[in-house]
């Protein structure tokens, strides 16, 4: 006899993207593939003392936000195929007061930026910035008797699932990723041979590619059609997945440029950057409408975007990663500033936060570190910019500032359509 999923009803949409809801033994779960107010038959894939996880495999009471999502494996990519745009939008303004809710955080009254729509076209695949707008994607392989394949990994398992597009990334990267397995296949590499590829587009359709293999052998590998240039690394077999261990090969020209507020950025595959430059425009351009300033200290510069498209006179760009602040060292000395990159990590850059300069951050997911914090609280800086990917660790570090600063401006913003993922402005003033 068939086993019946366990039926949940879904209460509300919380960080992460899943639905919150109850188990028949009252246990909380945070199911995947869940609009607030559906009932439905789930599949768990994790079991903790206090709460699971799981995915929505039957759809029993639906919501009238629901809609058909566009790829079979939308969970594993972008898991919010399945809502309309305007749903989307809702959840993600709600996401942002709980989440700064819970961080007892007041925000003034903002918006969410989204991506420009045009109401004539009902399938989302077609809507400019709904789908195909990152300019950088990551894949693994899979190797079979049929040769060299684009890969996954399937949200709550470690197996892996062959694909031939993501339908987040833009569609240059997907067709020279392709070409890439082909060549691999043509020179009889084993999937095993492999880790990763990460793949970069500029707005103007160049591709550049890093593969990271695990044979210091590699073959030389020609450039596909359609790629502009490719690094080989050997990474250690038993480091992470993209960790450049030694580059074995580089062919074609590694370097994108692109125009962001009238100015020119070189980056590359392995350097930080942005990945859907539209909307990081848009959201520049707020940046310099509240945040310019004569000096600035940019504390995670990454290749130096923020911090030269918002002085006016001179900045320091702090940058830990030695392939982006490579590429900050090109766009500072292109510019018409006094612009000079320290490569270091923003906690041990302490010195360059003080009581005469605006300091702007856009840290990793991770947030502030606490010595970078504790400097702020010390130094007291006249004027922070804070962009940042992860509401939570920005909620949690605006909430050990607001005693001294008060959040004069907030603005998120829909960077990843059809995804949980929000980034969100905050200009805090000193008190």
Known sequence: MENKLPQVRITKLVEGGQGLGELPDGKKVFVWNALPGETLGVRLIKQRRTYAEAIADEIIVPSPDRIEPARSYFISTSPWQMMTVPAENQYKVQLVHDIFSQAKVKLPVFSLTTPSMNPDITNLEEQ?????????????????????????????????????????????????????????????????????????????????????????????????????????????????????????????????????LGQQFIYDADSFFQVNLPMYERALQSIKEKSSEPQLVDMYAGVGSIGLSVATKSVQLIELDPATASMACLNADASSLDAVVIETSAEKALEYISAERPVIFDPPRAGLHHKVTARVLEALPPKITYLSCNLATQARDLALLQDQYSITYFEAFNFFPRTPHIEALAILQRR
Not at 237 to 244: D, E, L, M, T
């Open 128 to 260: 400019p910035g709904a789908f195909h707008y990152r300019n950088k994607m990551e894949y693994s392989f899979w190797g079979d008797d049929d040769g060299i394949h684009l890969a996954i990994h399937i949200r709550g398992t470690h197996g892996k699932q062959i694909i031939t597009e993501s339908s987040l990334g833009m569609r240059p990267i997907d067709e020279v990723a392709n070409a890439v397995c082909s060549n691999l296949t043509r020179l009889g590499i084993r999937g095993s041979d492999l880790k990763t590829i990460i793949l970069r587009a500029s707005q103007s359709r160049a591709v550049v590619a890093s593969l990271f293999v695990k044979r210091e052998d590699f073959p030389e590998l020609a450039l596909p059609k359609g790629m502009q240039g490719l690094r080989v690394y050997f990474s250690n077999p038993k480091s992470p997945a993209s960790v450049r261990t030694q580059l074995l090969q580089e062919s074609g020209d590694p370097l994108l440029t692109d125009s962001i």
